[in-house]
């Protein structure tokens, strides 16, 4: 069954610096996509970075970039520059197998990061 | 703004009630997700329309149901209400059936409380 592992419950950074959020995932699929997204304490999720499993170059978009190390099964969030408003919690999901039929996103349990003036 | 609208944003009931959540997806997208987030659970899939038929369910108990109007529309009705399904209710929505490298842009959510 897929899975995605997020090992970090929360983390802290300062202004300015750059952080990496760690997910790793397992499936048996050779074709999969990898998804982060933001909730701001607001509650909302928004979509921030994707990554497919044949996609040689790593994501960017903007300040955030997708370290993805096929063989290791992992897909870390780097946000570079860090903002105050950066402080959210910020999940990996992984598109769900295609036997199924359907194109869930499996999420892991999250990270809370907050960035300190 | 993700284009996704979800109504009410908060709903307050009581157990054995039963209520209904709507959501319309961005411009142009045929596919709906509804997911549920909970402390206990996260966030789980429950299921998913795509162009008015259902695709896949997951973890969606019977009390639950939803459908998918002509319009795209969707709606998620919840039945005999019970404490554990205070929860935050997720609609996402996507392009096509939601393979290759479509994000799902999610609403707002509604925040569903049961007293």
């Known amino acids: 069954a897929q899975k995605i592992t997020q090992t970090q419950p929360g983390m802290f950074v300062q202004e300015k610096e750059a952080v990496t959020l760690d997910c790793t995932y397992d499936t048996s699929d050779q074709s999969y996509g990898l998804f982060w997204y933001k909730q701001p304490s607001s509650g909302e999720m928004i979509f921030l970075i994707y990554q497919g499993s044949y996609d040689e170059q790593n994501a960017t978009e903007g300040r955030y970039s997708l370290n993805f190390q096929k063989a290791r099964k992992s897909a870390n969030l780097v946000i570079s520059a860090s903002q105050l408003g950066d402080s959210a919690m910020y999940f990996c999901?992984?598109?769900?197998?295609?036997?199924?039929?359907?194109?869930?996103?499996?999420f892991g349990s999250g990270t809370r990061l907050l960035v300190r003036p | 703004d993700s284009g996704v609208t979800q109504t009410p944003k908060h709903l307050i009931t009581a157990t054995g009630q039963r209520v209904t959540l709507r959501c319309s997806p961005r411009s142009g997208d045929l596919s709906v997700y509804w997911y549920q987030q909970s402390l206990d659970q996260g966030l789980q899939f429950l299921i998913q329309y795509y162009n008015g038929e259902e695709r896949a369910k997951g973890n969606i108990l019977e009390r639950f149901s939803a459908q998918q109007f002509p319009d795209l529309h969707s709606e998620l009705n919840l039945s005999s209400l019970e404490l554990g399904d205070s929860a935050l209710y997720f609609c996402?929505?996507?392009?096509?059936?939601?393979?290759?490298?479509?994000?799902?842009?999610f609403g707002d959510g509604t925040r569903l409380s049961i007293l």
């Open positions: 999901a992984m598109r769900g197998p295609r036997m199924d039929s359907s194109y869930k996103l499996i």
């Open positions: 996402a929505s996507s392009v096509g059936a939601g393979g290759s490298n479509q994000p799902q842009h």
